[in-house]
């Protein structure tokens, strides 16, 4: 192979489309614009969803709902999550090393849903009433998300 003989591979590269060069092209007279109206003119151009001057369908439709951004960033865990990480004092940090939640959440939950044989200490991560029960009982401590942020 020469590089002098490089050429594209046949059918990747196609001719530009000449419009208005007579009838014989396919494409003369109107060149491909149809007969009249606004799309058929030098500067014709309307917004997405112009519908000529009426109201248009998402202007008439009411707003309705709203879709947390923050949501899908706190996330729950599992106690038997929990179970797995060597450390026991464990906060947001220590969770994100461990790989148990993602490197972008912005807050934890722990759920009671597995086995914890371990006592732990909870610092600055959210925990629902029976895994808190879980984890005091096996002589752990859970500080609360307010009281860990004003420090």
Known sequence: MELN???PAIGSKRPRRRVGRGIGSGLGKTSGRGHKGQK???G???KVGFEGGQMPL???LPKRGFVSLTASRNQEIRLSELERIP???IDLLVLKQAGVVSCDALSAK?????NLTRKLHLKGVGATKG?????VSLGGSVADIAA???K
């Open 87 to 89: 450390v026991e004092e």
């Open 58 to 60: 998402h202007r008439r």
């Open 131 to 135: 895994a808190r029960e879980v984890i």
């Open 148 to 150: 860990a942020s004003a």
């Open 110 to 114: 722990v759920i009671a849903s597995g």
């Open 40 to 42: 058929s003119r030098a």
């Open 5 to 7: 003989t490089i050429q």
């Open 44 to 46: 014709g151009f309307h």
